[in-house]
């Protein structure tokens, strides 16, 4: 078909969809609001680059556009801050992470505590000449939404006596673990129905 008989069919397909787009009410994406503590080390960890796969890992599903995940900067500020004003308070409390939240204009707010780590090797000459590792490492996800006033605590535990491989490294262990309070708590990657921001624009509509 020559391009002069095309340019009226395309100008009217284009005139249509811009009358469809007007006809039809668009209602952007409103982000949650995402606040991600520094890690409370109760158990008194001293390796920070395995503590960091914890937070690196606890982030992964708070992107945009559902989530707008505030710098970890503000999130330790906000901690230091707080504690600073509160000093026999909890992070991990419900009253404190509704303070932290509403400080930092935040719609959720979440923190993973370490309450117990132990990690020790052996070598059982009576096994094989096998190295071992007995595991007892507990994290714990607390988790606060300014949206519903919800407070969920969520654990994953690792009890374990194994020959020592790649799945005993303390890196390993923690991403699985962190991975496995991921799976727990509500806050998916697409909010679940209950769990999104409310639209305002739609809310303002008139009836």
Known sequence: M???????????????????????????????????????????????AAAQIIQDTLKQPFKYPYYSLLPAATGKEAA?????????????DKQSLAQIADTVSADLVLVVELPRFRLNRSFAFWQDDETYVDSDIVLKCYAYSALSKRYDVIEAAKYDHEPESIYTNTNFIFKDLTQQLLSKQPY????????????????QLPD
């Open 2 to 48: 020559p391009t002069q008989q095309l340019r009226p069919l395309l100008a009217k397909v284009l005139l249509l969809l811009l009358v469809l787009f007007a006809a039809t009410p668009a209602f952007a994406i409103q982000p949650i609001q995402t606040l991600i503590l520094p890690l409370v080390n109760t158990a008194g960890l001293s390796d920070d």
């Open 188 to 203: 998916k990657r697409i909010p679940l129905a209950g769990f999104e921001k409310p639209d305002t624009a739609k809310q």
């Open 80 to 92: 230091q801050a707080y504690l600073t004003t509160n000093k026999t308070a909890r992070l991990t």
